[in-house]
């Protein structure tokens, strides 16, 4: 590939990133919401890993790989905690919800980490500090650049933005009736 358009749009498939820049959005999604999304996906993964520890111990890294693949390739580029905090992941070269392909490239770091979580000896203990280390240093990149682009979003060609459905509007009305009582 020769290139990111910066001017690609994606006026029929999300109306509400239209006439916008994806590589260059103002409507990424917050940092803030990003975090509790990946924290929501990693409460999931790991009891789900830790059953399948408990009984076929040799299929976790497979399954943490396709959990962390498949986790937003479906759908609408949304993982159930994107889902929760009404975000959503883009391809920005296609302009639509990722392929499999780019989920696990964005997400390797955190399939090792948790395969590496249930799994012991040296060598994986090494791998999962170093996913710790790749996965704090791409959690500072979303916090401190103000494009919030980490290094798996660049990998993948992809972009997490801010997504307002039905159900995150009618959250946010409920919190915002909440915390005026």
């Known amino acids: ?3 990111i358009p910066s001017t690609f749009t994606t006026a029929n498939r999300y109306p509400h990133l239209a006439k916008e820049p994806l590589i ?5 999604g917050n940092p803030e919401n990003r975090a509790f999304a990946k924290i929501i996906d990693i409460l999931i993964a790991l009891p789900c890993l830790g ?6 111990p040799l299929l976790v890294l497979p399954i943490s790989l396709l959990y962390w693949t498949l986790i937003e390739g479906l759908g609408r580029g ?3 905690g994107k889902w929760l905090l009404g975000l959503h992941t883009i391809d920005v070269m296609k302009g639509e919800s990722p392929r499999l392909y780019n989920g696990f490239i964005r997400n390797f770091p955190f399939a090792l980490l948790t395969a590496a979580l249930f799994k012991g000896g040296f060598l994986w203990s090494l791998a999962g500090l170093i996913a710790f ?3 704090v240093f791409e959690t500072y990149f979303i916090f401190i650049l103000r494009s919030g682009i980490r290094i798996g979003d660049i990998l993948a060609y992809t972009r997490v933005f801010d997504y307002k459905d039905v159900h995150t509007q009618f959250i946010e009305q409920f919190l915002k009736k909440e915390e005026s009582n």
Not at 24 to 28: D, L, M
């Open 1 to 3: 590939m020769t290139g």
């Open 24 to 28: 260059t959005s103002r409507k990424r």
């Open 51 to 56: 059953l399948i520890q408990m009984i076929f």
């Open 78 to 80: 949304q993982s159930p």
């Open 133 to 135: 280390f790749c996965i």
